[in-house]
Each structure stands twice: as structure tokens, then as C-alpha cells.
């Protein structure tokens, strides 16, 4: 949890978090939200979560040796616990981590990619122009956080503020230089980010998703607009003297209206020509994508890339304009961009000589869908047949838009579960269901089982030359969640294994 120790004025300061101390010079040898981790001598941070408050165990953190005790509420005095009662104290507790750590992101470059699609690719492709650049790279992301030799799981898109600080400590320590982060909407709304020094922050898009937590289109917005107007913008006169640059995708409503409204450095990008980074002689086919970098922000660069579909265009031109705000040099965006030939469960083909086409698909949001079920139609002289459900305990309003997208865009469909959690399989099926059935979709092409894999075995079984099966929502995700329980599972692990049954090698 920690290696050091502190005084409180010292950390505090070092914060940036004024406080007038009865004890300044008291000493603390840990920092934690978890009053289970508190040891003598801790500083416990009094968080309110979305399932706990942390103001109920403080009693509990004193008794396992808290010392000092940080608030966002008046509690009753505690004998010999310096209480320190501020604002919020999810922004104090970033702040007080990244201290702690000793400001890991002062000595990184961190390049932060939020949006409700693209930013696992965009992420991916910084990684890949980071190494051309001869830079040593780093990635927080949704898949896994990677450094050195390192890969470790991710439980969440953007990790606690503890986490993050220690993990951005531990890049640094590796010698890592740069760092391509995921920042969720989630991270932004509880401040997970506090603390953290942004060079860049690069927005892809916003439709909906995640309403089970954000409620309205609106407070999603604003929780992707916060990264940018609270997090990014800081003083020139801050650790980091350059000015943090904003990249918004020019295409998308949100990313136009942010921009108007962003009083710091940014620029545009987009396939309309009005950005400020745009493709010119875009050609986009089997075989990849290539155009020439074209306006007022743009390098002379040839691009050519091995990813398909129109919707990485945007990732890639994302990718750039981040490249460009952070001053890699132009060679080296290219170079980088040609390198990566996929990202794992991202529109990712799973071969096994058969004579149709089996992609497997993050895509778990109706846009997502619409965007890469356009790239399969595009690529296939055959049917479509997608295979696909929607997460349980999570935004239910997008389930019927989700089934109504996909049955407008495939012809053959099979509903299944993904991650049903605690919810009733059925009955998320049948939200699905009722947006299937607005478009009259053809019943005797509808199928729904629900176990994920027999729904996959199904959906091959059927295909023939010249067909598409996309597996959708899970990508390369390494579990499913039923019940509350993570059971090992992998959707291209499991096409594999099926079209190796059905005598393909």
C-alpha cells in the first residue's frame, strides 16, 4: 500500500490541500479509503461510495490505528485523531495519492482518451507511436494496464485513485516516458483522475451508455465534459509548464460543442473537412485504410494502416491529433499507425480455414453496433448473422435501441446473455426482443438462446460461404458474470474451439 512515510503538513502541502493542523507535524506511515488496510499510524480517507460511505467506518479505521482522519462532513471529535474536514474528499483523496507517490505523472508523458467508443484502439495505436517515437510506453485501459514486461487484468476502465497513483508510480519507477490512459465517465465523475497531470486529452465520441449510473444523456455528457474543463485545463505556472492541449472529434455533436466552449489549447479532428485534422483520399477495403493527413493542423503524412472499417479512421485520426498536441514527430505517427495490425476483441477475425467470416466485437452500445455491424455489411457478399445480448445491471433503456440497431443491419439474428449478473436473462432478452420486433424483423431468422456458447455454436452452424458471424459485447473480455459470479470465459476462445468441432483447422 505504501513505502514512506509522511508528516501531515508535508503531504498536505505537497497536495495542495491548505489545512490549519493541530498536530502538522504528526506522521503517517499509510494511505487508504479501506478502513479493513488501516494499520497504526494510517490516514484514512472518508469517501462516499456508491454502494458504502466511508464516514460509517470511522470508527473502524481509528480502532485498526488511524491517526488522522479525512471528511467531507462534521463527525464528533476523537481523542488524539487529527480530523481534516474538506470539501470532497474523492478529489483529496487523488490529490493526497499522486502526493504520496511523489507526482508520478510530473515525469510522463500521459495522453488521457475518453468517449464511449474507440478509446481501447485509440489507446492501442498511442502505444504503437510511443515505440516508433522510441519511447518507453505505457497503457491503462479497459483490456489490461501493461508496462515493461508487465500485463496486469483491469477491474476497471480507469482504476481507484490509490490504484492509479501507485500504478503511474510503478510505470515511472520501470522507466516507462508515456503514458495512453482510458479515462471512463465514471473516473471523471468520482475523481478517480485527481491528481493527475494531463498532457493531452482526447475526446472520441459520445452516444449513450452507462444511464444505469449517469441517469440522463445530459449528466454523461457532463461527466466526459468534466475530464476536459477540470482535469485538463491547469495553470501554466503548474509542475508541468506546457499548456495541456484538448483533441475533439469534430464529427460528433458533444466533441463540436466542447470545442466551441474549451478556453484552453485544442484542435479538431474528423472526416469533415471543418476539423482541424481530416483524411484526404481516404480509401477504406479489405485490406486496410489509407489517406493523406490533410488540414490546418496536420503534418504532411501518408497514413496507411492493416485496421478495418470507417469507424477506425476516427480512432486513427484521434490517435494522431493526440500524437501531434504531445510533439512526437511526424515519421513516427506514421510508423506507428502501419505497426498495429489489430487489438485484441476489437473487430478481431478468428480464422480457422473456414469459408465465412467470424469477427468477435466490443460493441455493447447502439452506436458501437451500428458502426461495426456497417463494417461487417461492407465486408460480406453473404448474410450477416450477429450473435449478441445486453449486460445485466446496466443501462436498460439502450437494450431495445440495441436490438432494433442490429436487426436493422443483419439478417439473421441470435440473442443471448452477456454478463447477465443478477438480473433475469429472460427478461433482458425480452427488452431486446421488443426492439427487435419494431423493424418486423423475420422470425423464422431469430433465435434466442441463452447460453452464450451454445447461441455461438448455433450461429456458426448455420453460416455458410460467403457469411459474417460478429459476436458482439464482449471482445476480448475474459469472463462472464453470472450472478455475481466471474466464471472464465473468452468469445474467441470459444469460436475457436467450436469451428475446430465443426472440422475447420
Not at 2 to 10: F, I, M, P, V
Not at 89 to 117: F, Q
Not at 355 to 371: C, I, N, Q, S
Request: charged letters at 25%; a negative charge.
Amino acid at each position: 500500500m505504501t513505502r514512506q512515510s509522511w508528516t501531515l503538513a508535508k503531504l498536505f502541502e505537497e497536495a495542495g490541500i491548505p489545512h490549519p493542523f493541530q498536530h502538522p507535524n504528526r506522521e503517517v506511515v499509510a494511505l487508504t479509503d479501506n478502513s479493513n488496510r488501516c494499520v497504526p499510524n494510517s490516514l484514512f480517507v472518508a469517501v462516499r461510495g456508491t454502494n458504502a460511505d466511508g464516514h460509517a467506518f470511522i470508527s473502524d479505521a481509528i480502532e485498526r490505528g488511524a491517526v488522522a482522519v479525512v471528511v467531507e462532513q462534521e463527525i464528533p471529535p476523537y481523542d488524539s485523531v487529527e480530523i481534516i474536514r474538506v470539501e470532497d474528499t474523492r478529489e483529496a483523496l487523488g490529490k493526497l495519492a499522486h502526493a504520496w507517490y511523489g507526482h508520478p505523472s510530473r515525469d510522463l508523458l500521459v495522453i488521457g482518451v475518453s468517449g464511449t467508443n474507440g478509446k481501447t484502439t485509440t489507446t492501442y495505436l498511442l502505444e504503437s507511436i510511443f515505440s516508433a517515437a522510441g519511447l518507453q510506453a505505457g497503457v491503462i485501459g479497459t483490456i489490461e494496464y501493461r508496462f515493461a514486461d508487465q500485463r496486469l487484468p483491469a477491474p476497471n476502465t480507469t482504476p481507484t485513485a490509490l490504484i492509479l497513483a501507485e500504478t503511474l508510480a510503478k510505470m515511472r519507477a520501470a522507466g516507462v516516458q508515456a503514458v495512453a490512459m482510458e479515462v471512463s465517465s465514471h473516473s471523471a465523475d468520482q475523481k478517480r483522475i485527481a491528481g493527475i497531470e494531463f498532457d493531452v486529452g482526447i475526446l472520441t465520441n459520445i452516444t449513450q451508455d452507462h444511464l444505469d449510473y449517469h441517469k440522463t444523456m445530459e449528466a454523461y455528457a457532463a461527466a466526459k465534459r468534466s475530464f476536459y474543463f477540470d482535469f485538463l485545463l491547469r495553470p501554466k505556472a503548474g509542475a508541468k509548464k506546457r499548456e495541456a492541449v484538448a483533441v475533439f472529434n469534430h464529427d460528433d455533436s458533444y466533441g463540436r460543442k466542447f470545442a466551441a466552449e474549451f478556453p484552453g489549447k485544442k484542435f479538431t479532428f474528423g472526416l469533415d473537412q471543418g476539423a482541424d485534422l481530416y483524411p484526404a483520399d481516404l480509401t477504406v477495403d479489405a485490406t486496410g485504410i489509407r489517406f493523406t493527413l490533410a488540414g490546418n493542423a496536420a503534418p504532411t503524412l501518408e497514413i496507411e494502416s492493416p485496421l478495418l472499417g470507417y469507424f477506425n479512421v476516427q480512432n486513427i485520426l484521434g490517435a494522431i491529433g493526440g500524437a501531434i498536441a504531445a510533439g512526437l514527430p511526424a515519421d513516427a505517427i506514421a510508423r506507428g499507425v502501419a505497426a498495429l495490425s489489430g487489438v485484441p476483441g476489437r473487430f478481431e477475425r478468428i480464422a480457422a480455414g473456414q469459408p465465412f467470416a467470424v469477427v468477435v466485437d466490443y460493441a455493447h452500445t447502439p452506436d458501437a453496433l451500428e458502426r461495426v455491424l456497417a463494417n461487417a455489411r461492407q465486408m460480406t457478399k453473404g448474410r450477416v448473422i450477429t450473435v449478441f445480448g445486453c449486460g445485466g445491471e446496466r443501462d436498460p433503456i439502450k437494450r431495445p435501441l440495441m436490438g432494433k440497431v442490429v436487426a436493422g443491419a443483419s439478417d439473421y439474428i441470435v440473442v443471448t446473455n452477456d454478463n447477465p449478473r443478477r438480473e433475469d436473462p429472460q427478461q433482458i432478452a425480452a427488452m431486446i426482443l421488443s426492439g427487435i420486433q419494431e423493424v418486423n424483423f423475420p422470425e423464422e431468422a431469430l433465435r434466442v438462446i441463452l447460453d452464450r456458447r451454445e447461441a455461438i455454436a448455433h450461429a456458426l452452424a448455420e453460416a455458410r460461404e460467403g457469411d459474417c458471424v460478429l459476436i458482439a459485447g464482449k471482445g476480448a473480455e475474459p469472463y462472464m458474470d453470472i450472478n455475481g459470479v466471474k466464471i472464465p470465459y473468452d468469445d474467441r476462445e470459444t469460436a475457436r474451439e467450436l469451428l475446430v468441432q465443426l472440422g475447420y483447422k
